[in-house]
């Protein structure tokens, strides 16, 4: 008896619920118009496309009132160059007998001030040293215009090689003991 009516409630059951299903999408389903859209007739699709033909397209990059020289190379070396390479300094340096340099990162920038080279070490916008540099026309057989980097010279010292837009500079400094 728990048989016969389990089954009849699973047969009242799945015909309630084809009853709920009546007016979904499918009914529809073959018909064009299902969503108010119209048939565009092909005059219209050809009238549409001879509208769009005739205009050009803005380069909606280029600035108004302004001439547009540049390249994008030069805007990228131009926008790179403003950019402070950044020096990670292993070991204590020691600069003039008194002044020590200590580990730590460092932003370099180097300048030119009364006919001198200078290469300025920075930590948060303040000035940590003013290196004496020696300008070059070596590159230094770096693929990049704007470098600093840290070499081994000799074993007592090492060699802080500099390239920028402007110039390329060298500062051999002592390791501290």
Not at 32 to 46: K, L, P, T
Not at 51 to 61: I, L, P, Q, V
Not at 139 to 145: L, R, S, V
């Amino acid at each position: 008896m728990k048989k016969f009516l389990l089954i009849l409630s699973l047969t009242l059951l799945a015909n309630c619920n084809t009853a709920l299903a009546d007016g979904d999408l499918w009914d529809n389903f073959g018909d064009q118009n299902v969503y108010g859209q119209e048939a565009v007739s092909d005059e219209d699709f050809q009238k549409a496309l001879e509208s769009k033909k005739g205009k050009k397209k803005k380069d909606k990059n280029i600035p108004k009132g302004e001439s547009f020289q540049q390249s994008n190379e030069t805007e990228t070396i131009i926008s790179q160059s403003k950019e402070l390479p950044i020096l990670m300094i292993p070991l204590n340096l020691k600069f003039n007998d008194k002044f020590f340099i200590p580990a730590g990162h460092y932003q370099v920038e180097g300048v030119r001030e009364k006919g001198k080279t200078y290469l300025k070490l920075y930590q948060a916008h303040y000035v940590i040293a003013k290196i004496p540099a020696n300008e070059t026309q070596d590159d230094f057989n770096e693929k990049t215009i704007n470098f600093v980097k840290i070499l081994p010279h000799g074993t007592n010292h090492v060699e802080i090689i500099y390239g920028g837009l402007e110039f390329n500079a060298y500062s051999v400094i002592d390791i501290a003991n």
